[in-house]
């Protein structure tokens, strides 16, 4: 590979290494920094570094912050006695953007998985059952709604129902402007147990 | 946007800013670095900088390169009588890998453009014909096949034909492994203009 400069084909590679970025987008993206100002390649570069100078996980709610505790957790107008449990921090951005929601969070950092070797001990638990020993009236299991995310809100269940907290899982079922026919069954299915009065 | 930190907001704003990665995207990706050893983020942080560091135009034929003349133009098997011209560095890429080509390149750094303001004297089309002035047998034009590509490959025919060196454009035809029924119109009519003996 004489016809390609090294520092292109290291950043290249560094690049395939993202998720959903195979060899051709990496080839494409260099080759637009490449023809950037040297300013614009700055601020990535820094931007990228700063990820891991600036970020850290909330004490509280192991979101990512920069301030600890995290803004949502000092913020007075957020109800601390309703604790939103979801698997990683763009669960939280995710359910921020609904503007829905005036609790605070817990991230657990995950999903029970015995298959990839995941299992309570991995994930944030303890750390949330410490938190229901103070002044907690619901808490909302907002995990993804694939098997591992079911198997931890069944297991979060088991765990926080006899201390007699309120404990609510989010609602499955047809998208808004979805269409029923291509619906698949294991969704409609949901959405009929889920059904609610009119 | 309390409940996301200034950094990550910053990285997801420089990441969106990248040709075909929208916003969800952006965020996706930052969201697997966070996730990352701060010694992976150093690398790819380092791979966007050393671009800008390392990498310069070879001052022969104008493909990016870390030494000058680049690896193709000072490599002594190859034929310097036989130029290709393409668009963009990533051009010379594309056709080295098809190892068809023994001849040296001659990198446009763009097409004519009178939509977007780019004319002759934006492209090294001065330095081609310098070039030309040596020992050179073909001009191969590999320009893209678009309506910029053609405009550059019909302009630059008729400085050079006069010159009494033999020019030549890439075939266009049916892509191999390609069906007719889904090959659109124009493709085809010049997939039968340009058609060979067999």
Redesign the interface.
């Known amino acids: 590979m ?7 084909k ?2 290249i ?3 395939a ?5 195979g060899r051709k ?1 990496a ?8 023809k950037r100002k ?1 300013e ?16 850290r996980y909330c004490s509280v709610c192991y ?4 301030t600890d505790p ?3 957790c000092s ?1 007075p107008g957020r109800d601390a006695r309703m604790i939103c449990v979801v698997e ?3 669960d ?2 995710a359910i ?1 953007k609904t503007h829905e929601f005036k609790g605070v969070y817990h991230v657990l950092g995950g999903a029970l998985s015995p298959l990839e070797g995941i299992g309570p001990d991995d994930l944030r638990i303890k750390e949330l059952l410490q938190r229901l020993q103070g002044n907690v009236e619901e808490v909302i299991i907002a995990t993804n709604a694939n098997a591992e995310g079911e198997a931890t809100a069944v297991y979060l269940s088991k765990l926080i129902k006899p201390m007699g907290i309120r404990i609510t899982r989010i609602a499955h079922g047809v998208p808004v402007g979805g269409d029923l026919e291509f619906t698949d069954e294991v969704t409609l299915a949901r959405a009929l147990t889920g059904r609610t009065e009119m």
């Open positions: 004489e016809y390609i400069a090294d520092a292109i290291i950043a590679e560094e690049f290494k993202l998720p959903g970025i987008t080839q494409r993206l260099v080759f637009f920094l490449i040297p614009e390649l700055e601020a990535l570069a820094q931007a990228i570094r700063s990820l891991k100078d600036r970020v979101n990512l912050t920069e995290c803004g949502i913020h990683e921090p763009n939280v951005v921020e």
